[in-house]
């Protein structure tokens, strides 16, 4: 890869948002619902834990260090402690590990505090920026003016002195900016991003564009992959979204790492469109998240009254007009998904009755679904749970739900593939979610009673839309998500096979 100077946003950005109108129906359901939940103990719990989230997984993504996944769940739960992280679960000892997750969490909190103060984006910063996420870094690796490979000190909060172009495996030079030109590079940059503040690009778009132009520049010796997520974090934060988190809730943090990475190659080849992509996803499932809290009051001890106060307050809200018929209106979008799911998924099991009818011992597929007048809207409901848990939502299952189902028997294993429609949130945010998850089991003769195996979520985020959208556009964009569903789903029964 040899290195080219930064280029501005390409022409047709706005074509590669087209896809995301998803995110942006839960952006205006969050713009509605910000005020109540932002005064929740609930969002205060949630944003520190998205927090510790951010500052553990930015330094496995560089390799910092390694972590047991269950003590990453514990640090992020209870707070970034070293007493919580028993022996031979790092690679590296406790302390050192914990000295650097707490400074990526005071970066966090720096960036926090500059969107507050509303300041613009400068050289200046960045480096604050830099440095404090190097603090407790003193060495890196690197070549000598010999071309031999070691570990070198570590210029924290100032440009590059020496070339830092990785080797790839096949002996190839990944080229970044030459020293001598970072300086004005970075100055194009912020000239550039200032623009686009002006201009009003859209925030993945925005967050995407300077993160991947800032690791081409790759102006520290160091460190420059945990500052570029931290400018995107910036990017959201100014829109009044979330942090960035780059792995979500993969269950193999490998591969989440690994298409993170695939994504700044492609964008390297000049694809930007996945790079967004992939931001957009990490903003939909923290809005889902968000949305998904309940609004219990922040004071700890609150009185009686007030208690009273909140719950009129709440069963009032639910009982409007306005409340009844956009559910009314989101129900009618959701009968017309299930039927569009349906037709699809009748095809799919046509074609797989026809391509197996030659084996000797043809599977068996059958098909079924509920509608939300069905008295069997009741079944698959722990998948229904424990998928959206993974994906770190609250499945709603009182006011709605219809779930489609393909189940596929051969050699005493089924492989079961669902489709959930439920609300979001524990009360009504006028979100409806499509969920879709995998399974297998060694019966089909009960539904319920047989060992569910291998559960896994066959979209990170699920899919979700509101009443605001024209029926066409959710129609067109949940029959492309379909089709992607489809091919994971049959990825996922190859395996089982």
């Known amino acids: 890869m040899t290195w080219q100077p930064i280029t501005n946003l390409p022409d047709n950005w706005q074509t590669m948002i087209e896809k995301h109108r998803g995110l942006h129906e839960l952006v205006k359901v969050w713009g509605e619902q910000r005020v109540r939940l932002e005064n929740t103990q609930s969002y205060v719990q949630f944003m520190g834990k998205l927090r510790r989230k951010i500052a553990i997984e930015t330094g496995v993504i560089e390799r910092l260090y390694t972590i047991d996944r269950g003590i990453t769940y ?34 966090i909190e ?39 490979w070691g570990q070198f000190s570590l210029i924290r909060g100032d440009w590059k002195k020496h070339p830092n172009n990785p080797q790839r495996r096949d002996g190839t030079l990944h080229e970044y900016c030459p020293p001598e030109h970072v300086s004005a590079q970075m100055d194009m940059l912020i000239t550039w991003h200032l623009e686009h503040i002006e201009t009003g690009i859209s925030p993945e778009v925005e ?25 995107a974090t910036l990017i959201f934060l100014r829109s009044g979204w979330f942090p960035l ?37 990490a903003q939909r499932q923290a809005f889902l998240s968000s949305l998904s809290l309940s609004t219990e009051v922040l004071e700890s001890a609150t009185s009686y009254q007030s208690a009273l106060t909140s719950l009129a307050k709440q069963l009032q809200e639910k009982q409007t007009t306005r409340v009844e018929s956009e559910f009314s209106a989101l129900k009618s979008y959701a009968k017309t998904l299930v039927d569009v799911a349906i037709s699809k998924f009748q095809g799919v099991k046509t074609d797989m009755e026809a391509l197996f009818s030659a084996l000797p011992q043809s599977p068996t597929i059958r098909f079924d679904f509920a509608p939300d ?16 848990k993974i994906l770190d939502y609250y499945a709603n299952l009182n006011d709605y739900k219809s779930w489609i189902c393909l189940s596929i028997w051969a050699e005493d294993v089924t492989t079961q593939i669902l489709l959930s429609f439920h609300n979001l949130g524990r009360e009504y945010r006028g979100v409806m979610i499509c ?21 896994e979520p066959l979209s990170y985020p699920p899919f979700n839309f509101t009443h605001s959208e024209a029926i066409g556009s959710l129609t067109a964009r949940y029959q492309k998500w379909l089709d992607e569903i489809i091919l994971l789903a049959i990825a996922y029964i190859r395996k089982g096979f």
Not at 218 to 230: C, M
Request: negative net charge.
């Open 74 to 107: 514990l640090l992020i739960e209870h707070g970034i402690d070293v007493s919580l992280i028993p022996h031979g679960t790092t690679d590296k000892p406790a302390q050192e590990v914990v000295r650097i997750i707490r400074d990526h969490e005071e970066a």
């Open 110 to 148: 720096q960036v926090f505090h500059f969107v507050g103060a509303q300041r613009n984006l400068s050289t200046s910063f960045i480096k604050q920026l830099h440095q404090l996420l190097t603090r407790n870094q003193e060495f890196t690796d690197g070549k000598d003016q010999f071309g031999n």
């Open 207 to 231: 967050a995407a564009w300077l993160h991947h132009r800032f690791t081409q520049i790759h102006p520290f010796q160091d460190g420059n992959g945990r500052v570029a997520r931290n400018l």
């Open 245 to 281: 988190v780059v792995l979500n809730n993969s269950r193999d943090e490998n591969i989440a790492r690994l298409r993170y990475i695939q994504t700044l190659e492609r964008a390297d080849e000049g694809d930007l469109g996945l790079l967004i992509d992939l931001f957009a996803d």
């Open 373 to 388: 007048d069905d008295p069997r809207t009741y079944y698959y409901r722990y998948q229904i749970v424990e998928t959206a």
């Open 435 to 455: 969920s879709a998850c995998a399974w297998r089991k060694s019966s089909i003769e009960d539904t319920n009673s047989a060992i569910i195996q291998n559960l």
